[in-house]
Nanobody
Framework: QVQLVESGGGLVQPGGSLRLSCAAS????????MRWYRQAVGKERELVAT????????TYADSVKGRFTISRDNAKNTVYLQMNSLKPEDTAVYYC?????????????WGKGTQVTVSS
């Protein structure tokens, strides 16, 4: 059974930091590109960060570039999102995503999300 379980969300003051984790199981983790998305109330889900395989190249949304860092530990089947210098506009539910293309088939898995609230 495929599972992506996010953790590490919570309430933090502006300028603070959080580290999100996403533990994966039920599929071959090191064959999947991993992404973090977020969705704020009343807004569409947006892509925050991507880490590819096998090189582990990373890309970021302009809004988080220089503040957020995505990383993965293939031995632990876990992807992380280190978030620094947090702003109120970073408040959202953060979702972990795993995706892989194999020929014409797409394998696309989602976690249930973890809430991040940035407020004083």
């Amino acid at each position: 059974q495929v599972q992506l379980v996010e953790s590490g969300g919570g309430l933090v003051q502006p300028g603070g930091s959080l580290r999100l984790s996403c533990a994966a199981s039920g599929f071959t983790f090191n064959r999947y590109a991993m992404r973090w998305y977020r969705q704020a109330v009343g807004k569409e889900r947006e892509l925050v960060a991507t880490i590819t395989i096998p090189a582990g190249s990373t890309t970021y949304a302009d809004s988080v570039k220089g503040r957020f860092t995505i990383s993965r530990d293939n031995a632990k089947n876990t992807v992380y999102l280190q978030m620094n210098s947090l702003k109120p506009e970073d408040t959202a539910v953060y979702y972990c995503n795993a995706r892989r293309m194999s020929g014409l088939s797409e394998y696309n898995y989602w976690g249930k999300g973890t809430q991040v609230t940035v407020s004083s």
